[in-house]
């Protein structure tokens, strides 16, 4: 691309300031704009499934992952001891399940569920979270089992409710037929049953996981790894 | 044959006009997208890479090409061109196909080069099935464009009518879904009104159900799904060319 142009030393020196001042005035005005973050920002209500379709031109999956980022951004940070504290629960399952219709194959509003969000050290939202999980798992039980077998063991370790992780670990065990689900994962009630600590539990069901071949990708292999190694510090400065 | 000379010459318009520099920069916007969300991503990081690259890499060839066609027949037209090439000795559809061939051919050109990078993240047959795909819509994007190019008076016009083709052509599915859902109230009005919307998606093609993301995914389509997709690409491309050479041949000199 070749134009006729005057040399830039040609130009007069005050559209040279004019566009230095214009040019400053932009970076000044936008660094004194309070920033965009959506970290401690309220979850908004969330949109129909029908309506994400739409908006998604034709790309539902493409849709349903990048509304996943943006859902994960709310009230977290690094330095946050309580992430999703302040989250309305109710509106985040809104989401999370619209997302889930607007892609039903893809397991991350499943898997964000059971290993982010049902974490919270609030029972009652986490148990929104696990009935959610439990309720969604009906609908694909072959390919959502992962997650509720997460949710039998936070049941179990975290709510310290019993007959709620033997009711998600039945239905595991009743209602898979793919012989991809690992055999351990089909007697997960046995599992659950067992006089074992939550870290042991964890120990097992990752190696499981990463034996069936469950885990097909590196960032969530090196996720899990990651709230394991979390597991042991927490257990360990428990003990102490 | 002469007219494939038009053809070529609308390749050449490309090369010069700086389009590779604008694809080439699209690839790389597509790729250091994939590269953020991969630190994102929790899990599915590579699905994420492939859906979230495949949808803004089609919309980038749809737009470059679109404003690519228009832009050149335009130009055409403004500086009288257009009238020179009415004074040879070639018929008038032939004019008008042979310069549809060879926007057609950009847009498989850009096909090809926009579906590779997809190889890094899904398989090759399903890449295949996804970037012939996008071939085909290209195509249908370039008649579009070339009828309303050469229908219209201005750009403006022209680009606004292609883009909205396209995406009422991409969205009407879920419109029809919404006009047909179990809460959409039963009254007289409403019935119009669906009947309306069903009218309309008659009328379109079925971008919404083409070049799908969910092929890089989770598996490519078999042949009894693809094929009837392709040929209603097809039909669509016929009927724009066929209203493209209708209307240009009513053109007076």
């Given at each position: 691309m070749t134009r006729d142009e005057r040399p830039l030393n040609a130009l007069p020196a005050g559209l040279w300031l004019a566009l230095a001042l214009a040019l400053a005035a932009q970076i000044a005005w936008r660094a004194h704009e309070p920033s965009a973050s959506v970290r401690e920002a309220n979850l908004p209500p969330a949109p129909s499934?029908?309506?994400?379709?739409?908006?998604?031109?034709?790309?539902?999956?493409?849709?349903?992952r990048?509304?996943?980022?943006y859902l994960q951004a709310f009230d977290y940070s690094g330095a946050n001891a309580n992430p999703y504290r302040r989250l309305d629960y109710g509106r985040l399952t809104d989401w999370l399940a619209a997302i889930l219709e607007l892609d039903p194959h893809s397991n991350y509003p499943l898997f964000a569920a059971a290993r982010v969000y049902a974490e919270t050290p609030d029972a009652p939202q986490s148990r929104r979270v696990l009935e959610f999980v439990y309720h969604e798992?009906?609908?694909?039980?072959?390919?959502?089992?992962?997650?509720?077998?997460?949710?039998?063991?936070?049941?179990?370790?975290?709510?310290?409710?019993?007959?709620?992780?033997?009711?998600?670990?039945?239905?595991?065990?009743r209602y898979t037929r793919s012989p991809d689900v690992p055999l351990w994962a089909k007697q997960m009630e046995v599992f659950i049953l067992e006089d074992m600590n939550e870290l042991d539990a964890a120990r097992i069901m990752l190696g499981g996981l990463l034996e069936s071949g469950a885990i097909h990708d590196a960032d969530e292999g090196r996720?899990?790894?990651?709230?394991?190694?979390?597991l042991e510090r927490r257990q360990a400065s428990g003990a102490k | 044959m002469p007219a494939l000379i038009l053809g070529r010459l609308v390749l050449v318009e490309a090369r010069r006009g700086g389009l590779v520099w604008l694809a080439a920069l699209?690839?790389?916007a597509g790729i250091a997208l994939s590269a953020f969300l991969a630190q994102l991503a929790i899990t599915e990081s590579r699905l994420l890479q492939a859906a979230v690259v495949a949808a803004l890499l089609r919309v980038c060839a749809v737009f470059l090409l679109a404003a690519q066609v228009v832009a050149s027949v335009r130009r055409e037209i403004d500086d009288r061109r257009l009238e020179l090439m009415l004074a040879l000795p070639l018929s008038r559809a032939a004019q008008y196909l042979g310069r549809l061939a060879g926007f057609i051919a950009l847009g498989f050109v850009l096909?090809?080069?926009?579906?590779?990078p997809l190889l890094l993240w899904a398989p090759a047959a399903a890449v295949l099935a996804w970037g012939l795909s996008l071939a085909f819509e290209l195509a249908l994007v370039a008649a579009a464009a070339l009828f309303f190019a050469m229908s219209l008076g201005q750009v403006v016009s022209a680009l606004a009518a292609t883009a909205g083709l396209y995406l009422l052509s991409r969205s009407i599915g879920a419109i029809q879904a919404i006009a047909s859902g179990p809460l959409a109230e039963d009254s007289l009005a409403h019935e119009l009104a669906r009947r309306a919307v069903d009218g309309v998606a008659l009328l379109l093609p079925a971008l919404d159900r083409v070049t799908r993301t969910e092929w890089l995914l989770y598996g490519t389509p078999d042949a009894r799904t693809y094929a009837p997709l392709l040929a209603g690409m097809l039909i669509y491309i016929v009927l724009l060319a066929a209203a493209g050479v209708f209307d240009f041949a009513r053109r007076a000199a």
């Open positions: 499934a029908a309506a994400l379709r739409l908006a998604s031109f034709g790309e539902p999956e493409a849709a349903a990048l509304a996943m980022l798992f009906f609908a694909d039980p072959d390919r959502r089992w992962a997650a509720l077998a997460h949710a039998a063991l936070l049941a179990k370790h975290r709510l310290k409710d019993l007959p709620l992780a033997r009711r998600y670990a039945a239905a595991i065990q996720f899990l790894r990651q709230k394991l190694e979390e | 699209a690839l790389l096909a090809i080069v926009f579906a590779l």
